[in-house]
């Protein structure tokens, strides 16, 4: 089961995944290059594989609702990558990686 929690207590509008204790990546709301329009970034930063094995690893989205998608795609098909392979596709959290 994949769980949320905020990236940083005062950013409200930036959070990890997690499941079993080990992050699978996180979203966040910005205004790339001071954009007055707003965007969510996602990007799959647990996991072991690379875009070459599996696709896109990172992008921007409308909403979070889509960048919530984006980022479980992504950690569907590194897992599906780590059934065929044998190979683990979430690396270990260094210890105090992004606690709050």
């Known amino acids: 089961m994949i769980t949320w ?17 080990l992050t699978l990546g996180r979203i966040y709301r910005h205004r790339p290059g001071g ?10 930063s647990g996991l072991l594989t690379t875009a070459a094995e ?4 990172y992008g921007e989205a409308q909403t979070r609702e889509e960048a919530i998608g ?8 590194a897992r599906a990558w780590g059934e065929r392979t044998g190979k683990p596709y979430v690396r270990p959290n260094p210890p105090g990686w992004l606690r709050s």
């Open 5 to 21: 929690r905020r990236t940083f207590d005062d950013a409200p509008h930036d959070f990890i995944a997690e499941r079993d204790g």
């Open 35 to 44: 954009l007055e329009r707003e965007v969510w970034f996602w990007t799959a």
């Open 54 to 57: 599996i696709g896109k690893v």
């Open 70 to 77: 984006a980022l479980l795609d992504a950690v569907e098909r």
